[in-house]
């Protein structure tokens, strides 16, 4: 079949987690509703060590390069060289930095920056290149939305988008263009513990903002969501396409909306899907009330075995530092307490190392965190240390307190990504905080029941053998320090 465009989609986010699904809407948008004929691949920097040239060696029109803060070096790096390789590439940057800096990345040598949600955008793009026979002018581009670009020596930046309103005119999106290798990780420390994991976003934007949180400057603080029944024909081809053993649902609150939990529990058991396939979700604490057991004894009829909750810190002061008025460590209680009820597993997230923090109030959240692990109400947990990107309100904060002596692009030049990891706390030494962490982590893996630690190593020995070496040299240094 001939193509009269060939279109690049890449991932330079050097991170094997969950696969970057943005992309795969973005070619299935493209690719249902793109007036022309084009041929589209996506390319990941965790499967290939010659990014660039398989690149170039598939000679696209147009690159589109999504990014994430810590990454954006890499996306940039990809630019250079392609750019260095054929000058009349149209390269494209998409994502979470695109739209929090998109000044910046045309500054630094893309063509164009897509600010937030990006099917439109990028159609628009691609069937203004088609009719324009690849000539973008300021005047061709200005009357595209949701972007910025260079005009001569000054950066424009047109009206925002639109967002989709119904997302079930989105495609499922093409799994197929995505690498397999995501598919064979095993999230042990998530308790998900079988191999063929895939994410589904059934919903879109937050109502709530969080202080380390920039997702409503991607996709606007208004949650739309797909039907049930659009997340149940996705489900069935996951299953039947995927062989999908566990679905983790994206979605930032999957709560908010009890109904349509609801519908979407009563569609997996009538289509036998809850005997095919477990499912994990996301759940803000004090969504959970007492009224709710039915509910949640109902998705445990419908298979879901686990419910994640950035649960953040139990010190009421950060918590409402972090997460806002209308959020108590009481909700903590009752959502952990009401999940074991209902026989669901619960997986906490927490921070330590928030500005403001005291010593205290970092071993107040700690003791807790320790108390229901021990107990095993808290069944996983994960902890980390409070980081501030562009685009997030903490990140405002640690700025207008003089934390940063350099700008986000700079500091990730002259001091690498790690920088991204400082602490923002100027009262709890780096040093405990460190420990914290560490002793943390290992009474997390520590509650790793031992099956589940055994089939992970039985999984990495046939698909990932380098994991195995990496995750003996990392439990030596451990029991060392």
């Given at each position: ?176 263009l995505l690498n397999q290798g995501y598919s064979k990780s095993f999230y042990i420390t998530r308790g998900a513990s079988s191999r063929n994991l895939y994410t589904v976003h059934g919903a879109r934007g937050c109502p709530f903002h969080c202080v380390f949180c920039c997702v409503n400057f991607v996709v606007k603080a ?252 990392w439990m030596i240094k451990q029991l060392k320090q």
């Amino acid at each position: 079949m001939k193509h009269d465009l060939r279109v690049a989609l890449i991932n330079p986010i050097k991170v094997i987690s969950y696969p970057p699904l943005n992309l795969a809407f973005l070619a299935g948008y493209l690719l249902k509703y793109c007036k022309i004929k084009v041929d589209l691949r996506i390319f990941d920097i965790n499967f290939t060590n010659r990014l660039s040239r398989d690149i170039l060696d598939f000679d696209p029109q147009i690159a589109g390069v999504t990014t994430l803060s810590p990454f954006v070096l890499n996306a940039l790096q990809i630019n250079r060289e392609l750019k260095e390789a054929n000058p009349t590439l149209l390269t494209i940057c998409g994502g979470v930095h695109a739209t929090v800096a998109p000044e910046e990345l045309v500054a630094n040598g893309f063509d164009i920056a897509v600010i937030g949600e990006g099917e439109q955008t990028l159609l628009k793009i691609v069937e203004s290149y088609i009719e324009h026979h690849g000539n973008l002018d300021a005047g061709v581009l200005s009357k595209i939305d949701g972007i910025a670009f260079k005009d001569n020596q000054e950066i424009r930046r047109t009206a925002d988008a639109e967002v989709i309103e119904d997302l079930d005119t989105i495609p499922h999106p093409p799994r197929h263009l995505l690498n397999q290798g995501y598919s064979k990780s095993f999230y042990i420390t998530r308790g998900a513990s079988s191999r063929n994991l895939y994410t589904v976003h059934g919903a879109r934007g937050c109502p709530f903002h969080c202080v380390f949180c920039c997702v409503n400057f991607v996709v606007k603080a208004k949650v739309r969501r797909h039907s049930p029944e659009y997340i149940i024909e996705e489900m069935n081809l996951l299953v039947r396409d995927q062989h999908a053993q566990w679905i983790f649902f994206t979605d930032d609150t999957f709560f908010v909306d009890k109904n349509h939990t609801r519908r979407l529990c009563e569609r997996i058991i009538e289509s036998g899907l809850h005997k095919k396939v477990c499912w994990e979700v996301q759940i803000r604490s004090n969504l959970i009330k007492d009224g709710d057991m039915e509910l949640l004894q109902l998705m445990k009829r419908a298979n879901c075995k686990q419910v994640a909750i950035g649960f953040e810190t139990f010190n009421q002061r950060m918590l409402t530092y972090i997460k806002g008025p209308g959020i108590t460590v009481e909700d903590h209680h009752r959502a952990i307490r009401l999940l074991n009820q209902a026989g669901l597993h619960v997986l906490g997230t927490f921070i330590v190392g928030t500005p403001t923090e005291t010593i205290a109030e970092m071993e107040e959240n700690i003791s807790f965190i320790k108390k229901y692990s021990e107990e095993g109400k808290l069944q996983y947990f994960q902890v980390g240390r409070m980081q501030a990107y562009p685009g997030t309100k903490v990140y405002e904060i640690a700025e207008e307190n003089g934390m940063f002596s350099k700008k986000y692009l700079d500091s990730l030049r002259t001091e690498g990504q790690e920088n991204s990891s400082q602490s923002l706390n100027d009262i709890i030494p780096k040093a405990v905080q460190d420990n914290a962490l560490k002793d943390l982590t290992l009474v997390a893996f520590r509650r790793i029941p031992p099956k589940e630690k055994l089939l992970w190593v039985l999984n990495n020995v046939v698909f990932s053998p380098a994991k195995v070496l990496d995750g003996a040299i990392w439990m030596i240094k451990q029991l060392k320090q």
